[in-house]
Each structure stands twice: as structure tokens, then as C-alpha cells.
């Protein structure tokens, strides 16, 4: 059995994923599955989402605005899940 580490890529210096490493492992020669299963742990990591964000300067201010947004979304969505449960 063969490991592919992969370092997360340093996205800030005192960023969240700094130095982590991930590993996912190679079985039977097949490095295709290896490296779905490593994209599907970054995704869930919120990897690609964040370098996306740090592509280019934000702005505090658009930060700001940016997380308000995203938690009015979440708010959304829980309440949305409640009344879906609740029928």
C-alpha cells in the first residue's frame, strides 16, 4: 500500500490550515481514486473555498458585509430545516 500526502497549502500565516497535512491512501496502484478521495477531503475541509477567497485583497468592509450575508444564509437554512421538520 502506498500513501499520498498532500500539504494543504499555507493560505495564510496564522491561516487554518497551515501545515496540515492530509493523507489518503493508494491501494492497488489506482492514484485516480486516490486523488477523488483527497478532493472530496478538501472540499469538505473548506480548502478550495478559502483560496478562492484569498485569490485577491478583500476589504474589511466587504469582508464584513461578505460574513453578515453568509450567516443570514445560514439562519436561512436552519430555519427552513426546523419548518421542513416540524411539517
Same mark, same amino acid.
Given at each position: ?21 492530509? =493523507? ?42 461578505? =460574513? ?20
Amino acid at each position: 500500500m502506498i500513501w499520498l500526502k498532500i500539504n494543504a497549502m499555507k493560505l495564510a500565516a496564522n491561516g487554518k490550515y497551515g501545515g496540515k497535512t492530509m =493523507q489518503v491512501s493508494v491501494r492497488d496502484n489506482n492514484v485516480d481514486q486516490a486523488l477523488r478521495a483527497l478532493k472530496k477531503k478538501l472540499q469538505r475541509e473548506g480548502v478550495y473555498r478559502e483560496m478562492k477567497l484569498k485569490q485577491h485583497f478583500e476589504k474589511p468592509s466587504e469582508k464584513k458585509a461578505r =460574513q453578515a450575508k453568509e450567516g443570514l444564509s445560514r439562519q436561512r437554512k436552519l430555519a427552513r430545516k426546523k419548518a421542513e421538520k416540524e411539517g
